[in-house]
Structure formats: C-alpha cells, structure tokens
C-alpha cells in the first residue's frame, strides 16, 4: 500500500492505495467520487475523464500513485457550492446533451479541457475535440450543440483567454 | 397536420420541456449500481471460457480458495440449488431450448461461458483469485456460421438435442387470408415477360447494444426480502423471472432498477449473472456485487440481429410488386435468452414495408451456433426487416431504371386508405408517406445532388456521390396483451400507474415502465401537468423498483409513452373522476353542473370554481366528504393497446465514396418523420439522433467478429467500433405529424425509428455510388477496406469481360 496525497474538486485528501490502483478507482472505491464512472477496459469510451493538474485525462489510464501531488478536479466539483451549473453544464441542460448520462461526466470533463484550450471552436474542432468520448444515446449533436453554446457563453462573460476554465462558473476572475 | 393547433398555448404536450432528470446526472449525484457499497459487501469476480465448444475435465479451486480475502469459489456441480435460466417466448411447437445454467456443468458452447465464481472481499481479491482457478477442458469442433450449421455434417452445438435448427416459423398470405400465393404468384412472373423477378442475399451483421455503462449487479439478502439492484431495462420482469427459475419466491424479492447507463435492449434480459449474484448471496447471506468489464459485456451480454436473409421479389414492370417471399436463417448464437427465438419473427409482420403486397411468405430458420446468444436490440426484428425490403426496392429501381423514390410511390399505401390491413396481417392506422417524402426530399435538395451525381460520373470524379433512399414504417409500442398470446409470448403487453395526489397539491406519478435515458420524469410530468391542471414542476416520477412500483412490464419495444404514457393519462382521469363528487360536494352543486378543465371544476355559468389540489387538501383532510366516500383520490390504470404503433418516416443519405481508398464519408443526412403528435419536440430530436447514430453504426462501422475457431475477435472498444463525434454528421430532421387513430393522444412511437430506417437508407447510398463501377452488392458494414476490395472485384471482372 501506498499513502497519496491530492486535492480532489478543492477538498485535500489522503488515501492507501496499491501500486496499481488506477485513479479512477481510488476516486471511486477510496474517495467516495463516484460521479466518475467506468465505461470500458481499454481507454476509449471516455466515461472516467477528469481534470489532472487542469488536464483532460481518462482516469482509468492513469495510475492514482501518479496522481500523488496533484489537483483532480470530477464533474461533482464542477458547480458551485451554492448549485449554480457551470456554463458547461447549463448548456448540456439546455441543448440535451445527454440522455443516460453515463458519458456525460467524462463529457463534461472534456468539454471543459478543450474549451480552456481553445475557446471558440468550431463545430469540426469540438467533434474532433470530444473523440475520445464515446455517447450511445445522443447521436453527440446535443452533445456538440451544447459545447459551441457554452464555449459562447463562456466567452460572453469571461472573454476567450480565461486561464483557469475549470474554475467553477460565477467565481469573479 | 400540425395538431398543436387544437390544444391550448399553455398545453404542457408540444413543448421542448428542459430534462427534470438532468440536474442530477450533470452533476455526479447518481445512483448508478456499481456505485452502491453495503456493509459486509462481498464482491465476485467470475471465470469464463476461453474456448467456444469443450467438455470441461476438471476444475482446481483449491490454490483460489486459499487466496488472500477469499471468502468461497464455486462451480456448477457445487450449486445444485441453482435453476436453468429462463425463455419468455416459445415460438413454436418444434423449437429446442437448450439448458443455460448460470454457472456451467460439464460443458461450455461459447468464449464467455461462465465456469467458476469466486466471492472476495474486494474486487481485486476476487479478480486475483479467479485468474487461479485452473479449468481443463477438452475441446470439441465449433460451428460458427448459421449456414454451415445447417449442414448435415455441421458440428452440432447441443448434441443431445440432435439438430442445430432451433426454431422454424413462417407465416404467408394464403393462411392468413390476406393475399394469393406466393410459389404461384412468382411463377406467374417467371412466365410473364411484363414482369421481373429479382433474387437476392442479404447479410445482416452481428452488431451488439453497446450501453456505456457495464451491467452491473448488487444483491442485499439481509432484509425481509431480498433487494436486488440491477442495472436492467426490465425490473419487473426480472422479478418474476428469476422467481420462478432460482431458489427464491417472487414475494420474497424486490428488484431495484438504479439509474441504468442506455439499454437498447441490450439489458432486456435475465442473465446468469444476475442469477449468479443472487444464488451467491443468498449462499452467504452477506450483500454481494459484481459489475463486468467491458470485455465481459462482449462476451457475455446478447448481441443482436445476425441473419442471412434469402429474398425473391417480383414485380411488373412499371414498377408495381406481385409478389415478396422471404426465407430467413437467424443465428440465435449458443443459448436462448428470454425473447430470442421470438425477435426474427417480429419482422415477419414488416417485410412488406409501406407497400402494398399482393402475395407475401415468410419463412424463418432459427439456427444455434457457438457465439453469445443475439436478442432483442433497438428495433428487433424490425430493422432486419426494413433493410431487406428497402435494399429490395433499390434493386427493383435499377432493375428497372426507374427512380427509386418512384418505385416506392407506385406501390407504397396512399393517404386515403387508412387504416390499411396490410398483406401481414396488420392493420396500420394511419400515415402520409408522400407527405413526409415530399418534406425529406425538398430538405435534402434531392433534384440537386442528382444533379451533382451526374456530373461526378461524367467527370469520372475519384470520389462518387451516391444518394440512398429508405421509406419505412414499423411496429412498436409492445403490444397488444391478445396479439402477444396468439404468438406463444410469455407475457402480457399492457403497462400500468397509478397517481398519488399528495395533500400538498403535489403529484407522484408512478409507473411501470423504466428509465435509462428516455426522459420519462419530463415527458410524463408533461401529460399529467395537461391532464390535472398542476405544474410541471410539481410533478415527480418514481420507477424501476418493484416496491414503489408493484405492477410494470418495463421499457423497450418504444412502449413508454404509446403503451406506458397511456396508462398515465387513464389514472389521471380516473382522478378527475374521483374529484368530481367531492368538487360538487365542496361546491354545493350537482355534478353534472360542472365543467372542468385542466385542473379546475368550475359550476356551468358561474365562476364558482374548486381546483384539483384543493380537492387533493379536502380529501386527505377528509373532514367534509359525501356519505360513503372513501377518503383517497389516488388512481391507477391498466392500459393495454388495441393495436401496435405504426411511426413511419422518409430517411435520405448522401454519402461520398472514395473509390482509390474505399472510404465512405456520409455527407448529409435527412430524416423526416411521423411518429404522431410529439409530447416533447426536444426528447424526440434526442430519439431520433441516437437512433440514427447506431443505424449508421451497424451500416458503416460496428461488426462483432469470431474468427474459425470461436474466439472473438471484436472483444472491446478498440475492436468494436461504435461511432464517435466526428464519425456522423449534423442530422437534418423534420416531423409531418398523422395522429395515431390508437390512443387518446394521437401519438407514435419513436425510440426504434433511426436503427431500423438508416442502416438500408446508408447502404443504398453506398451501392448507388459504386453501381456505375458494376458493384452490386456490399454487405455492413461498409468499411474502407471491403468497398475498396469490391471495386476491385468489379474492376477486374469488367476487364476481363472486355
Ligand atoms: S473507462 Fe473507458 S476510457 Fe476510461
Ligand atoms: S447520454 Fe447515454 S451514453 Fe451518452
């Protein structure tokens, strides 16, 4: 066992891992996260993505020792502490973006991450942008509707370079 | 045809209602199964065939037995107790159901096949010990393809039932009194040089649901009854399934359907997992889970459609069709799930299409062989179907150089001949093909890219352009209680709810049919907020759990809203009813005086008025009710349909086929359909774009292989290719609207609309690019490198013709 340390959705927490504890698991079995979920065995459903020091990752290719040190930011700290939805999952919301939502925490995750890399994408950036994550229920146009609806509402209340996009919607920058 | 015309603006039904259910899911506070951890909570992990057909020779458990957090290790001579998994459709007098077990004995049919099962108290610890169990099996000839299964000298998959046919089934049009005979009726056009006879094969391809979210399994046996939460389409079903074949009584278990990550019919099922979780933790007597892996699912969960479809269509020669025989081979795989049989012959009553048919057969050859078991997927039956005949008119369109939009309207039923008793013994209530064909057409810009399409074969353009064309309609909304009887099914088809009217003025809808993406919270609350004049937002649902829930047939067949929405409306009414007497009571008027509307009881000709959540107070208070009322407005209704629900719709593609690489890119897609009056314009949108997603997956990227020897080879998502953002294209769609004659609401079915019509609408298109090049036939999916071998085949063929 292994003792880690990170901050996860701005709480610092510890855990005992085993050397091959994948992350996502830790968040899961360990830290109660289990808002992120598990889609497949070899990384390409997308389902588990979460921010890694700000960085899209799949959770479940990344081994939690690896994480010791760092900031994870899951869908369950994307909004505010008052509830107030992040501008990414208000527009989810509003353009049906999911259905299930099984995908929709990795979706989410990732919609965020490529929004903090380029602000406004097109419509061919976003669908190549969220490839990695696999959606059986929408057909991703509410899926691609909703990441061009938040990437304009970021913008609208932020201007394109806010540096820290996976900070929760409403905080003042 | 827009029916929004007759309901007033504030109607709930027809508005784009934003998702109840969202909030929850977009922020993580979900209740998926494999999230549930119980004290004690021990966890399986399970030990599955590697090979497709062996007598197993031993099983050594002792060195798993003895590993760290072991809590026991079992085979299926070590669980007498466990029961033969069940079927809920016996298809016909001659078919064979081989015994499935949840934990195999003695032998295994196919890779996955569950041989051992190992409780931990971790998951690691269990998926440690169960690579320990050292199974020696001897293995035998495996037959994988349904024809060669057919053979005399086939490898049998059981061979104590002495045959691989599992089934046969047919139906024609001289039995059921709705047209001439076939065998005559092609001979006929044989002999009759004012007609053509087009023979072809068609190749369905084994595909699989796909749902993200992996099943998983808890089972609690530490209270009264036995809780188990599954991530299943079909809680109520499964209760009484797995009652009536495992060592526990149906009163004795509750099933729990969480949130239940997409089925698609792919979690319509009883497996032997749940069985297994179940059996064990009723062994143990502690909570137990098991979730599988992605691989699992593949190996383990029903995979779908997989037939070989033999065709003859005759027709004159102005395009008009005599006559339509149908010959199927269907690959049941190993074992029978619950309605496996039963799901190739859902299409014998739809490979007439929109058409009018004078002489139909249909014939079906259920056959076994050493893969996963196929089952119910989106569509059942249907999209098979679908594509044999949409594929069929295409052929008949070039046979005959005629359009292929023409020949479809030359034969396909008109608007004034609703409802329409069609050659397979269904009668379709209503429909306007031409109407939603002319839409989809004037969307598309059909004249313009035939246009497009001419230059591009005059110019020898490297990249084609090919145009495919589906015209569908199909059956839904399961079903008729009678119709289901007279097919041997094991169930009845109606769905019931019931109202609770809480004092508050509140309302809890409860319902029985289930959740897994289909919006149900919203498009529910939207018919009640109608019906009883409450707000939307003072709606709640509660489903998936047999306790909250007693009475339910579940979710799939797109039985929500025609079949499910209906029982809703009915228990409403039922409690305007109930409010009446006490409204008129309260009033001090007859009950016949009143008018109600939306929620209010108003007194004719005054503006006296009493609502139905005051009604809902005066109730449960129960202070001044008329003598002999019960003090209860809550209601519940039983709906069971008259008749199917028949969504039909136009579906265009464009679709650009390199032909120097094989690559298809599909350009545009157009979709108009009818699937009635629409509840929730945005719900529906949903249905139609995941709909066509996965039609356009199983026609140009998905395929579950096995190589020769029954391993399979398309075990994960690296293999499995299920479309992602950039694989599909921004879907154009549009709605023309016939009421459904079938229900209060004048609504259709929608879920199954998209996997039925697109995979033919996609194929068509491909061969209508490659004709010119003599390529005549492609089977799915259409991958790079098969189009590009079929060109080449052409190629080569027509050069050595010269
Ligand atoms: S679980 Fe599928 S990519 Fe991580
Ligand atoms: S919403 Fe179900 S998988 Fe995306």
């Known amino acids: 066992m292994v003792s880690i340390r990170l901050t996860v959705d701005n709480v610092e927490r510890t855990a005992e891992v085993e050397p091959r504890t994948l992350l996502v698991h830790a968040l899961r079995e360990q830290l109660g996260k289990v808002g992120t979920v598990v889609g497949c065995d070899t990384s390409n459903c997308g389902a588990c993505t979460v921010l890694l020091d700000g960085e899209s990752v799949k959770s479940c290719s990344v081994l939690a020792v690896q994480a010791d040190g760092s900031t994870v930011d899951t869908v369950q700290g994307l909004a505010q502490p008052d509830g107030t939805l992040h501008p990414i999952q208000q527009a989810f919301h509003e353009h049906h973006g999911l259905q299930c939502g099984y995908c929709t925490p990795g979706m989410l995750m990732r919609a965020v991450c490529l929004l903090s890399e380029n602000p406004t994408p097109t419509e061919e950036e976003v669908r190549h942008g969220m490839e990695g994550n696999m959606c059986r229920c929408t057909g991703y146009q509410g899926i691609v509707d909703a990441v061009m609806a938040a990437s304009q509402a970021m913008s609208d209340s932020y201007g394109a370079n806010q540096s820290s996009i996976a900070e929760p919607a409403g905080v003042a920058s | 045809m827009t029916t929004t015309a ?3 603006d504030t109607a709930e039904v027809g508005q784009s209602r934003l998702r109840k259910e969202d909030r929850r899911l977009l922020t993580g506070r979900t209740r998926w199964t494999d999230n549930l951890e119980l004290p004690g909570m021990v966890h399986l992990a399970l030990v599955r065939s590697p090979v497709a057909n062996a007598t197993i020779t031993g099983i050594d458990t002792t060195e798993a037995a003895a590993a760290p957090g072991v809590v026991g290790v079992w085979t299926g001579e070590d669980l007498p107790e466990q029961g033969a998994m069940p079927i809920a459709w016996t298809v016909s007098d001659n078919l064979k159901v081989p015994s499935l077990m949840p934990l195999a004995v003695g032998t295994v049919k196919h890779v996955g096949d569950v041989v051992a099962v190992v409780a931990a108290t971790s998951k690691d610890a269990a998926d440690d010990a169960a690579g320990m169990v050292d199974v020696s099996y001897d293995e035998l000839l495996v037959v994988m393809d349904p024809i060669a299964a057919l053979e005399a000298d086939s490898p049998l998959v059981h061979p104590e039932l002495g045959t691989n046919v599992c089934a046969t089934w047919g139906m024609d049009s001289v039995a059921l009194g709705t047209g001439g005979d076939v065998e005559e009726a092609i001979r006929a056009a044989e002999a009759d040089p004012d007609q053509v006879v087009i023979r072809r094969t068609l190749r369905q391809n084994r595909i699989t649901p796909a749902f ?106 102005d395009g008009t069709i005599t006559a339509f025989d149908v010959d199927l081979v269907a690959d049941m795989g190993a074992y029978l799930g619950i309605l496996t049989a039963g799901i190739p012959l859902l299409g014998g009553f739809m490979f007439n299409g929109i058409y009018k048919i004078p002489a139909y057969r249909f014939f079906c050859t259920d056959v076994f062989t050493n893969k996963v078991m196929t089952d119910a997927y989106r569509g059942a039956g249907k999209p098979e179907a679908t594509f044999g005949i949409e594929r069929m008119m295409d052929e008949l369109a070039v046979e005959l150089g005629l359009d292929p939009i023409e020949v479809r309207r030359r034969n396909w039923i008109n608007p004034d001949e609703f409802p329409y008793a069609t050659v397979a013994g269904l009668t379709y209530d209503s429909g306007n093909y031409d109407q939603a064909t002319d839409r989809a057409l004037e969307l598309f810009d059909y004249d313009g890219l035939r246009a497009e399409q001419a230059r591009r074969r005059e110019s020898n353009d490297p990249v084609q352009l090919g145009i495919g064309v589906c015209t569908f309609v199909e059956l839904s909304g399961l079903a008729p209680s009678r119709v289901l009887g007279s097919l041997n099914y094991g169930s009845g088809g109606w769905e019931h709810a019931s109202i609770r009217m809480l004092p508050t003025g509140k309302v809890e809808v409860a319902a029985g049919t289930t959740p897994h993406g289909q919006g149900h919270a919203t498009a529910f609350a939207q018919l009640v907020s109608d019906e009883l004049g409450i707000p939307f937002e003072d709606i709640t649902l509660i489903s998936g759990d047999t306790a909250t829930v007693p009475r339910g047939m579940d979710t799939y067949g797109s039985r929500s809203l025609v079949v499910g929405g209906m029982a809703i409306v009915g228990a409403a009414r039922r409690v305007v009813e109930k409010a009446r007497p006490l409204a008129a009571h309260l009033l001090e008027a007859d009950p016949n005086d009143l008018e109600y509307d939306r929620g209010t009881f108003t007194v004719r000709g005054t503006d006296t008025s009493k609502t139905i959540p005051e009604i809902a107070l005066a109730m449960w208070l129960a202070h001044d009710l008329p003598d002999g009322m019960e003090a209860c407005l809550d209601s519940e209704s039983t709906f069971d349909p008259e008749n199917f629900s ?17 690559k298809v890119t599909l350009r545009d897609y157009v979709c108009v359909q009818d699937v009635g009056v629409l509840v929730n314009p945005m719900i529906v949108d949903g249905q139609v774009h995941g709909g066509l997603t996965q039609g356009i997956g199983q026609a140009m990227y998905e395929e579950i292989r096995y190589s020769e020897d029954g391993q399979l080879t398309s075990g994960s998502l690296a293999d499995y290719l299920v479309p992602h953002a950039p694989d599909v294209p921004r879907y154009r769609t549009d709605t023309t609207v016939t009421h459904a004659t079938t229900n209060t609401l004048g609504v259709k079915a929608v879920g199954e609309t998209g996997t039925t019509a697109a995979p033919p609408a996609i194929v068509n298109g491909v061969l209508d690019a490659l004709r010119p090049l003599g390529v005549t036939d492609i089977t799915m999916p259409t991958t790079p490198l098969k189009v590009w071998s079929a060109i080449q085949a052409a190629r080569s063929e027509k050069g050595g013709a010269s």
Not at chain 2, 222 to 232: L, N
Not at chain 2, 646 to 654: D, K, Q
Request: proline fraction near 6%.
């Open chain 2, 6 to 8: 007759d309901r007033p």
């Open chain 2, 212 to 317: 993200v979210e992996p099943r998983s399994i808890v089972v609690d046996p530490t209270a009264e009854q036995v809780t188990m939460w599954s991530a299943t389409q079909v809680p109520h079903i499964l209760r009484i399934l797995l009652a009536m074949t495992q060592p526990v009584d149906e009163h004795e278990l509750r099933v729990i359907a969480p949130d239940v990550g997409g089925g698609f019919g792919g979690k319509l099922q009883a497996t032997r997992e749940e069985a297994l979780v179940l059996l064990i933790a009723l062994r143990l007597q502690l909570p137990v889970k098991y979730t599988e892996t992605r691989m699992e699912s593949m190996q383990s969960a029903h995979h779908a459609r997989d037939q070989v479809q033999r065709l003859t269509l005759a027709a004159r020669k």
């Open chain 2, 646 to 662: 028949y969504p039909t719709g136009t579906h265009l593609a464009a679709v650009e086929v390199d032909t120097e690489t094989g």
